[in-house]
Structure formats: C-alpha cells, structure tokens
C-alpha cells in the first residue's frame, strides 16, 4: 500500500482564502484522525472519524474549521476563512479498529496564511 | 489542557550513550502508549509501543518503561547513534483515540 496520502504539501495563502486539504487513508483502515502540529502544542488532535462518521471534533478549534469523509477513502479538512494564525502543519492518520493498534501518518500538508 | 507532557523540549547525546526521553500524562483512563519519531518534513512514524498491562517493553536498542502509579513513561534508546536524531513524541491512547505530546527534539552528537 502507498500509505496515507495527503495533498497539497505546501500551501501558501492570504488571509481570508479557503483552503482544503485533502486525505487518502490506508485502504481497510476503520479510523481517520486529523492533526496539527504547532510549536506550543505538539501534535493537536482536532477531529477523528469511525467508519467515515466523525466521533469527536471537540479539537476543531473553530467553526471556520470543518472535515468531512464522504466514503472510506477520502477525507477533507476545510479552513474559511483562513487567517495567520492557522499557519501549521497539518497531519493526516489512520488507522485499524482493534486494539493496541497504531496509527499511520502521512507527510503532512504545510500552510501559510499571510 | 495537555494530557501528554513532554516536558523537555530538546536533548542532546553523545553517541554510543543512553538517550533517555520522558513523558507524562494526567488521564487515568490511558491504557495504551506509544512513541513516535519524526524526522523533518515527514510524519511521524511508529517506533514503540507498551500496553498498561506491562511496565516494559523492548525492540533492539529501544525499550520503554512504565510507571502507571507515577503515569510517567520513558524512551530509552541504548546506544544511541546519529541516525537517531529526530523528534519524539509520546502518545496515549484510551482506546481509539490518540493523545500526543509536544515532542523531544533529540540529537545525537558523533
């Protein structure tokens, strides 16, 4: 398998613009998890899928925040609007549902908002 | 809040000697843990994990402990090597969803 796959690696914006990133979970996998990555924060769930349902947005910092999983192998993370403060690194992860599993990554999407 | 600290942002080693990564965490509930390495402009990959049920677990050169009264895990990596510097993150799961901390930067100096 190719791994998780995410798209776009780099995104650079100005304020104010929607961005969508996007996602290809490991084929079978039961779970879809989104991340971000900041300095103060490490590795900052915001929001995880089971069998394409979201579970938990309760990270999903604001409501200029959404994901959706239209079916099994795609995903979406949609900021709009964007602002500065959104600039991170954005990860991609999925995993089985059983227990004692880990989760797989992709190589992230980095955004700059300007 | 966080509920995975990583307290120390940065280590450094010489190589061939004992890095020693920590990581605690608040929530009772946790009963998986993992670690994770990252090296720049990837994701992080799965390096070990423990279940609460044990207070060891070894692969190679890496073992992680336990201490579940303390909630207080450990990244041991003996003997280091070059190749090892990178980023750590802890992890802990209360089943299926995974909490991470803020990352160790360890490098390891030849």
């Known amino acids: 398998d190719a791994g998780v796959i995410q798209s776009p690696r780099h995104e650079v914006t100005e304020m104010g613009q929607e961005v969508t990133l996007r996602c290809k979970p490991i084929?079978?996998?039961?779970?879809l998890f989104w991340y971000r990555q900041t300095m103060m924060r490490g590795l900052e769930l915001l929001i995880y899928?089971?069998?394409?349902?979201?579970?938990?947005d309760s990270g999903m910092p604001e409501d200029r925040f959404s994901a959706k999983m239209p079916n099994a192998s795609f995903s979406t993370l949609k900021i709009q609007p964007s602002e500065p403060r959104d600039s991170a690194v954005y990860f991609c992860a999925s995993g089985w549902d059983r227990a004692g599993g880990e989760l797989f990554f992709g190589e992230g999407s980095r955004l700059t908002v300007l | 809040d966080q509920q995975v600290k990583q307290n120390s942002p940065s280590l450094s080693v010489q190589e061939g000697r004992i890095s020693i990564l920590n990581c605690d965490y608040t929530?009772?509930?946790?009963?998986?843990f993992l670690w994770y390495k990252k090296y720049p402009a990837e994701g992080p990959t799965f390096l070990i994990s423990?279940?609460?049920?044990?207070d060891k677990n070894e692969d190679g050169r890496f073992t992680v402990f336990l201490n579940k009264s303390a909630k207080h895990l450990s990244l041991h990596i003996v003997p280091s090597q070059p190749g090892d510097s990178a980023v750590y993150f802890c992890?802990?799961?209360?089943?299926?969803?995974?909490?991470f901390g803020t990352g160790t930067s360890l490098t390891v100096i030849p």
């Open positions: 929530n009772s509930m946790f009963d998986y």
């Open positions: 899928f089971n069998n394409n349902v979201p579970i938990d």
């Open positions: 084929s079978g996998h039961d779970y």
């Open positions: 423990i279940s609460s049920i044990k």
């Open positions: 992890a802990a799961s209360p089943s299926n969803q995974f909490y």
